[in-house]
């Protein structure tokens, strides 16, 4: 079920949770564009009185109350004031940036980590389906598109918005009817460009896959590029990343310059208007008394309100290329989840060894096409149990929902008599270890893959080494336990990379061991050594073995036998053998 999105409304509500900062910085904000449209005032100071005589009475003002002196020092010292203001609103304004760069990084931040727990919870059938790469992008460029958003867009709108208004005024207060010309005819360029953005936004969603497609095959290649090598595919497979990064480019292309030439075309508009505004306002100054000083401010304002309206113009762009983040973003939030349950009761406190009870459960991956049905276990406290089939009966998956990583369609599973339904899935994974026949490793030290950075003291890893049968490869490594093990343990041969999982299992001491043909690459003298050595540590626990070899599971004290999701035989090892020893054989 999706608790959380992401939306322009949703990134405006944490905008305000922000309230204090807000204040401060559209505070900050105020009094920076206060000091931007003073300064346009004062040519009409140095126009009008000190070139041609007029008396606007600022001059004299100054001459009286704070210093007389001739022209060039009047020039110097207003000049002196204006670079003064310009320097006062560009410290102001980097504050303004500084504070609205910190609540963008803020939501960014809360926005990842939303993003992060949804994943942390996302079923594992979900997750299997999934691009990692396109999942990875999302948390990247997209979560950056909003970042911007936030940081540069939003403060810039309201910076803008508030140069125009106070623009508004003292160009009204100057000349009220050609103000009034400049502010009903200039908004016609914001709403021409509001056109011009709604086919940007789909441009970038369409730039926003070909970098999701790019990414993905990138990634699969890269990960995959052992098995792809040994192929001998490089050609076919570079060569499909090759295609998603000319596609990448083509759609790259298309947004750039269209994006570009849209916000080019509306400027050229906005620029057209100036040239209107200009030749009104000198009509102005010869059949009004508008005078040369205050024409020349109106000019300046009309400089002034240039990048507030291109601004606001680029507003539309960027607010539809967020809203298509955003889209994207939520394809994230929509994938299924683990199921969260109120917990009670702890069936694995109550006992050190635990039983385990499946009843009539099915499963499937797509609908109407079962992989397991009508599954009935009891696996006893401290049993040792094994579960065979030919390949494809069910096995793996049937070993994945026992530990939790798959939800079932239909029945139940009892742990110590308490139900799935009420358990949460990270207290069964706590007390269940699986051991998968292929065991994934991090390209990090063997000691990290073997504690998976929880802290145990030396002598219960070396404990874990021995019994795993790793003491004498640890020995050969160059740093020991210190080695980098390489992406996914490419330095480790299939057995030892087993002997980590095996090793990993002991370390985390389980109530109950799944052995998913955890030993398959060992040879039969190493695996007989192992299970030697794992017999006491595995003595008071419930054990499921999965295995093809006989000599894995010769140990088991019962048998389920599986065949196309069903069991079809249970028994001792000698009752299996005595039915038919011949089809038991084939089965293992």
């Known amino acids: 079920m999706q608790t959380n999105s992401c939306s322009i409304k949703g990134i405006v509500q944490q905008l305000l949770q922000h309230k204090k900062e807000l204040i401060f910085g559209n505070g900050v904000a105020i009094l920076a564009t206060l000091l931007i449209v003073t300064i346009p005032l004062f040519i009409p100071i140095m ?20 210093w007389t002196t001739d022209t060039k020092g009047y020039v110097l010292g207003i000049l002196a004031v204006i670079l003064l203001l310009r320097a006062s609103s560009t410290l102001l304004s980097i504050v303004q940036t500084k504070i609205f760069v910190s609540i963008s990084k803020n939501i960014t931040y809360k926005m990842r980590v939303s993003l992060l727990k949804h994943l942390k919870r996302v079923s594992l059938k979900e997750y299997e389906m999934m691009r990692v790469g396109a999942v990875t992008s999302k948390l990247v460029t997209d979560v950056e598109t909003i970042d911007g958003f936030v940081s540069s867009t939003i403060s810039k709108l309201i910076v803008a918005l508030l140069v125009l208004i106070f ?32 086919n940007i936004g789909k441009l970038k ?34 060569k499909q990343s090759e295609t998603k990064a000319k596609e990448l480019k083509e759609h790259s292309i298309n947004y750039g310059y269209k994006s570009d030439a849209a916000i080019k075309f509306s400027y050229l508009i906005f620029l057209a208007g100036y040239e209107v505004f200009r030749a009104v306002s000198i009509l102005a100054v010869a059949y009004s008394d508008l005078s040369v000083g205050l024409m020349l401010a109106i000019f300046s304002y009309l400089w002034v309100m240039v990048s507030p309206t291109q601004d606001i113009i680029n507003f539309q762009y960027v607010l539809a290329t967020a809203k298509a983040a955003c889209k994207r973003i939520n394809s994230v939030y929509e994938m299924e989840q683990e199921p969260l349950v109120e917990q009670s009761v702890n069936p694995f406190e109550a006992s050190n060894v635990t039983s385990i009870e499946v009843k009539d459960l099915s499963f499937s991956y797509l609908k109407n096409k079962p992989i397991l049905e009508n599954i009935n276990m009891q696996i006893d406290r401290g049993s040792k149990l ?32 308490i139900s799935n339904r009420v358990l949460k899935l990270s207290t069964i994974r706590k007390n269940i270890h699986l051991i998968l026949q292929h065991p994934k490793l991090f390209n990090d030290t063997m000691l990290f893959n073997l504690t998976l950075g929880n802290k145990y003291s030396d002598k219960i890893v070396q404990n874990a080494l021995q019994i795993a049968q790793l003491s ?30 095996i090793a990993r299992m002991i370390l985390s001491n389980p109530k109950v061991v799944i052995f998913d043909e955890s030993t398959s690459a060992l040879d039969v003298h190493t695996e007989a050594k192992l299970f030697e050595e794992l017999q006491v540590f595995l003595k008071d626990k419930t054990v499921i073995t999965i295995a093809h070899r006989l000599s894995t599971i010769k140990s088991a004290e019962f048998i389920y036998v599986l065949e196309d999701g069903k069991v079809v035989d249970s028994g001792t090892p000698q009752e299996l053998l005595t039915k038919d020893e011949s089809y038991f054989s084939s089965m293992i």
């Open 472 to 501: 004498d490869v640890i020995e050969r490594l160059d740093k020991g336990l210190d080695t980098l093990v390489g992406k996914d343990g490419i330095k480790l041969s299939g057995g030892q990379r087993q002997r980590v999982a």
């Open 205 to 238: 969603k369409e730039e926003n896959l070909a970098v999701e497609l790019f990414q993905s095959s990138l990634t699969e290649t890269l990960e995959l590029f052992h098995q792809i090598r040994a192929a001998n595919k490089e050609e076919y497979f570079f």
């Open 167 to 198: 623009s508004a005024v003292v160009l009204l207060w100057i000349h009220w009817q050609l103000a009034l010309f400049i502010l009903i005819t200039n908004p016609i360029v914001v709403l021409f460009t509001v056109k011009l953005s709604r």
């Open 386 to 417: 094994a579960i065979v089939g030919a390949s494809g009966s069910g096995k793996t998956t049937l070993a994945n929902i026992l530990v939790g990583f798959y939800p079932f369609d239909k029945g139940e599973i009892l742990y110590n008599g």
């Open 47 to 66: 126009v009008d009185e000190l070139l041609l005589g007029k008396e606007h009475g600022l001059i004299s003002f100054i001459s009286t109350y704070i």
